[in-house]
């Protein structure tokens, strides 16, 4: 998307310190945390808040990433694992500090995660004896009431259970968490430039010309490329968009004791707080088309997810709505949240920093990522997700 030279309106300036792009969970995060600090702030979001991934996903609250602990300790080392983990517990305090658990669809439920295959069932026993060994609390099926995915899946499917995760209506989550900072969002904002200014930067955009000291950039998937449609073709190219799809379905009959998670993360299955079957994934069944910034539904991928929810429920999914959204996948599974700006052509680092590329775990991730990126700019800190 571009913006044309009639739909730019600069003729309103606003200043503040900061500006934050993108009003997705990390976008709002970000907001709330310049408030905190006593920081003037102003929220750009193209379309409106929770418009993107962040109002299309599952609704999972659930410790950890895409993959297992077992996974994560082979591919990044066992104490940035570590680190990932207690990370992701960090950010589920933090928005429940912020009173999600007061909303009415939001539910404090364990998430499973399923080996269907013995592959991934050694996966899990591994991922479940080495989190033990770094303090965390862990269960296997044991823990669980039998259901109507645990009943049909037999006894020899392995389990991992994170007990203390939860799961939400994101829409609602957003909708609450941005009324504290609603005063300072312009929805229906699209970024034309971004440019330095003195010290600061000067971005134009179909909202107004907004001027501040340091810019966030927090629009997840589209975060390439708002920064090349503001005129940085030198922009580092790192956050990778993927498209994933969902079906909601009539839930009659149906009992969960948990959120489930199965092939890797490939696909996941819950229940929402009135009842309806959510069921999501099969992105990897035809991973070559499921790129780019498209988020229109596909019939190969719904009927893989209508195939895929039939064989673990045993019965036909009575769908009643289909949707698609656009995920934005940091460097490896992992989220960049650091200061860019000398490569945009800032006289410092911190004058533009990213959070984004939570590779399909932004509300599992981006509040407390929104903490990292804010510490960074303002206090120079040093951060776990660097850009490489």
Same mark, same amino acid.
């Given at each position: +998307?571009? @913006? ?11 200043t503040?310190?900061?500006? =934050? #792009?993108?009003?997705? #969970?990390?976008?709002i995060?970000v ?17 409106? @808040? ?11 609250? +659930? ?13 990044w ?14 950010? !589920?305090?933090?928005?429940? $500090?912020?009173? #999600? ?15 269907l295959?013995e ?13 033990s060994?770094?303090g965390? /609390? ?6 669980l009431?039998?259901?109507? #995915?645990l ?5 020899? @499917? ?10 939400? &209506?994101s =829409? ?42 340091? *810019? ?15 005129? &940085?073709?030198? $922009? ?9 799809? %969902? ?14 998670? +199965? ?27 499921? =790129?780019?910034?498209?988020? &229109? ?16 429920l045993?019965?036909?999914?009575? *769908? ?6 656009? %995920? ?7 989220? @960049? ?16 920093? !990213?959070? /984004?590329g939570?590779?399909? &775990?932004?509300?599992? +991730? ?10 960074? $700019? ?6 776990l997700?660097?850009?490489a």
């Open positions: +998307m571009s @913006v044309s030279h009639w739909q730019l309106r600069d003729t309103t300036t606003e503040c310190d900061a500006l =934050v #792009i993108g009003g997705g #969970i990390a976008g995060a907001a709330r945390t310049l408030a905190d600090r006593g920081c003037s702030f102003r929220v750009l979001e193209r379309h409106r @808040v929770a418009w993107g991934a962040s109002g299309r996903n599952a609704g999972f609250l +659930m410790r950890g990433a895409a993959d297992n602990y077992a996974v994560a300790v082979r591919e080392g066992r104490d940035r694992a570590k680190a990932l983990w207690t990370f992701t517990e960090e950010n !589920l305090a933090l928005l429940r $500090s912020w009173g #999600i658990e007061s909303l009415p669809n939001y539910r404090r439920i364990p998430s499973c995660l399923l080996g295959t592959r991934e069932s050694e996966e899990l026993r591994e991922s479940r004896r080495l989190m060994e770094d965390f /609390a862990v269960g296997d099926r044991a823990a009431e039998p259901d109507s #995915i009943s049909r899946a037999g006894e020899r @499917v392995e389990a991992l259970v994170n007990p203390d995760d939860g799961a939400c &209506h =829409v609602e989550v957003l909708e609450f968490l941005s009324r504290p900072v609603r005063d300072f969002i312009r929805e229906g904002a699209e970024v034309a430039r971004i440019e330095a200014m003195g010290s600061g930067a000067r971005v134009t955009s179909s909202a107004g010309v907004f001027e501040a000291d340091r *810019v966030f950039v927090c629009a997840n998937a589209w975060a390439d490329r708002v920064l090349q449609v503001a005129g &940085h073709r030198r $922009s580092p190219a790192v956050v990778a968009p993927k498209r994933g799809q %969902m079906f909601a379905a009539e839930g009659d009959g149906l009992t969960f004791s948990a959120s489930y998670y +199965m092939n890797r993360g490939s696909e996941y299955v819950r229940l929402a707080a009135d009842g309806t079957l959510l069921v999501g994934g099969c992105r990897t069944t035809h991973a070559e088309e499921e =790129v780019g910034y498209d988020d &229109h539904v596909t019939e190969r991928v719904q009927t893989a997810l209508e195939r895929f929810a039939e064989v673990i045993g019965e036909p999914p009575r *769908v009643k709505h289909r949707w698609a959204g656009i %995920m934005g996948f940091g460097p490896g599974g992992l989220p @960049v949240v650091d200061t860019i700006g000398e490569r945009l052509g800032f006289d410092r680092d911190d004058r533009v920093t !990213l959070c /984004a939570f590779t399909g &775990h932004g509300m599992s +991730m981006a509040a407390r990522a929104s903490q990292l990126a804010v510490a960074r $700019s303002l206090d120079r800190s040093e951060t997700f660097p850009l």
